[in-house]
């Protein structure tokens, strides 16, 4: 049986069911229907080598919706990704929301966090669009850190030119690890272009919820303990360091034994010169942006090795 509602959150079903003898039963039900996001999601650059229209790859999407003052419903879901121009695009609704839901956060393996804000006063839903930018990337044992940076160059130099191979089934352009940014199964040019366009952009935080901090503990809240988690474990942007551009080979080895290799002068950083070298031997052109960028970070005192994102 199925029944389409109106724009009401609740209605009530009356069933009555006859059987061959004329024997009936009456019943009656209130269905309340719980809150929905449509969510519009584009990654501009997932187009693989496929036509308009076409599938592109099947994504593992991260989904935070936070009800203020912290409160996190997390959800993953595999999102099929279709060729739109130059973008990957798909459409996601999320049932089963609560209805005080004030933000929602959405990442990829491949990308940085971006959060929007939803209301869901109106009519029990609402439609987002979010656009999800390239560059943050993982490995097994290297994780996302909301930054486009040396750290992710050094993801995509100690793979070039190999098809991925980090997830044990499904196809390569699926897998959540790597620097498969265009979703072709490859670790290549094309990707380090996308890199390029997005180097030192930042993830936005999981909410924007405005969190008070009390002279004391007003007379009957009592605020449960994941909501205290959440609200401690989500800095807001204020509080996060900004990228930098080096890393030593020594932290590399540490994340992982193949990231050394992007050290491509051998003198124990990677850094600028390590990104000129690698663009040198392979002919490609920095975008003006990009090079723009490496400028100013040889002119800055910020280019240190180093970690440089503690979150």
Known sequence: ISYTAGAGPSVTIDLTVTDANG????????????????????I??????????????????QFDITTCPGTLDSRTSTVAFARTGGNGTATVVLTGVNAAAAWLSVVEGHTLRRTVAVDLSGDNSDTV???????????????????????????????????????????PEDCEYGADVTGDGDQDTADFTAMQINFFQQGDDVHECVVFTAPGKPAGLTPTTTELTQVASMPLGSQRLSGRGSITTQELTAMGARLSTADLNLDGVVDSRDIRAFAQRRGMTLLPSFESKLRSLEGSASAQPGRFNTR
């Not at 269905?31 to 449509?38: K, L, S, W």
């Not at 501009?44 to 999407?61: S, T």
């Open 23 to 42: 024997c009936s039963s009456s019943c009656q039900e209130i269905v309340t229907v719980t809150p929905c996001i449509t969510v519009n999601l584009e």
């Open 129 to 171: 669009s979010v656009s999800l930018l390239s560059g943050d990337l993982q490995t097994q044992t290297v994780p996302q850190d909301d930054l486009v940076d040396i750290v992710d160059f050094s993801i995509l130099a100690s793979r070039f030119m190999t098809p991925v191979s980090e997830c044990v089934s499904g196809d």
């Open 44 to 61: 501009p650059g997932l187009i693989g080598d496929v036509g308009e229209g076409q599938h592109v790859a099947d994504r593992e999407v």
